[in-house]
């Protein structure tokens, strides 16, 4: 069944420009105890990792975004998952607050940004292409769709807030993208 889902939702996403975004109840996410809308489109993308396991396969990327929830539920005592999206080196997107609710994830910054995290430790080494495309084509599709300004600033965790996040490789890679501003 899951997999029937998958499928659906990547053939919508092809037709909307945008990387298969799995639905937290598609992934089997808690639902959040709390919910402030956001009012879009945002003007800044922001980049993190998980600092986490790594995940190559949509079942062990579910399985992070289940343990990175309870975590910032549990531990931080948020009201749900502090990203809009996580990715996975399967190059999936899977919903964290998603577009329109305000995130936990980078201060000053959470009541005007998309807040994309990708799973795993980035020190010193990239995520995979699929990874890094599916980074790509969700900020365009938050474009396209309008959650996010077309005139959008891209920034990484650590321009925002005292943290080593995104690590040093994503953080030089996530440079050379277009619209990056330190």
Same mark, same amino acid.
């Given at each position: %069944?899951?997999?029937?889902?998958? #499928?659906?939702?990547? #053939?919508?996403? $092809?037709?909307? =420009?945008?990387? +298969? ?6 992934? =089997? ?8 809308? %956001? ?7 922001? $980049? ?14 579910? +399985?992070?975004?289940? !343990?990175?929830?309870?975590?910032? %539920? ?19 997107? /899977? ?13 000053? /910054?959470?009541? !005007? ?9 980035? +020190? ?8 890094? !495309? ?12 309008? /959650? ?21 490789? $994503? /953080? !030089? +890679? $996530? ?8």
């Amino acid at each position: %069944m899951l997999r029937l889902i998958a #499928l659906l939702a990547a #053939l919508c996403a $092809v037709a909307h =420009g945008c990387p +298969t975004i799995l639905t937290k109840s598609q992934w =089997g996410g808690r639902a959040a105890t709390c919910r402030t809308a %956001m009012v879009t489109p945002v003007t800044y993308v922001v $980049v993190h990792h998980t600092e986490g396991t790594a995940c190559t396969t949509q079942a062990a990327c579910i +399985t992070q975004a289940k !343990n990175i929830q309870s975590y910032h %539920m549990n531990s931080n005592a948020w009201c749900d998952i502090g990203y809009s999206f996580l990715v996975g080196e399967d190059g999936n997107a /899977y919903e964290g607050r998603g577009w329109t609710s305000v995130g936990a994830h980078a201060p000053n /910054y959470n009541s !005007n940004s998309i807040g994309i995290s990708v799973f795993g430790s980035f +020190t010193s080494s990239n995520p995979n292409t699929a990874a890094i !495309n599916a980074v790509k084509s969700l900020i365009s599709c938050g474009v396209t769709k309008g /959650y996010i300004k077309s005139a959008y600033i891209l920034k990484g965790h650590r321009n925002v807030t005292a943290t080593d996040c995104p690590g040093n490789t $994503v /953080y !030089n +890679t $996530v440079k050379t993208w277009p619209r990056f501003q330190a």
